[in-house]
């Protein structure tokens, strides 16, 4: 059974770091486009980063450079490092696989994408 455990939220100041990370079971890890998602409240959920199986990385333009997507395939991880965060990235971020990676967001997810639970990232003073 797929299974997506994400970790490493929190509170973190803006102008601060945070690694997340989701560690995947129940699937070819290696085989598969993994990805990040978030969602705001009041907003609608958004694409944030996406990594395919070759480690092609593709971010959101909201993103500017501040993020960085990886993968250990060794030990079925993908993670998000996170710089220079603003109050604007407060939302709950969701790590998924079987997605689409491209260059347009909107076309990341599909029938066959699975969710992590999610975890909780507040940036506030």
């Known amino acids: 059974q797929l299974q997506l455990v994400e970790s490493g939220g929190g509170l973190v100041q803006p102008g601060g770091s945070m ?3 989701c560690v995947a079971s ?3 890890f290696n ?3 993994m990805g990040w998602f978030r969602q705001a409240p009041g907003k609608e959920r958004e694409g944030v980063s996406c990594i395919n199986s070759l480690a092609g990385t593709y971010y959101a333009d909201f993103v500017e450079g501040r993020f960085t997507i990886s993968r250990d395939n060794t030990k ?3 993670y998000l490092q996170m ?3 603003k109050d604007e990235d407060t939302a709950v971020y969701y790590c998924v696989a079987n997605v689409e990676c491209s260059d347009y967001t909107d076309t990341w997810i599909s ?3 699975s969710w992590g ?3 909780q990232v507040t940036v506030s003073s």
């Open 19 to 21: 690694r997340l990370s």
């Open 26 to 28: 129940g699937f070819p």
């Open 31 to 33: 085989f598969y486009a």
């Open 76 to 78: 079925s991880t993908v």
């Open 83 to 85: 710089n220079s965060l």
């Open 111 to 113: 029938p066959d994408t």
């Open 117 to 119: 639970q999610g975890t």
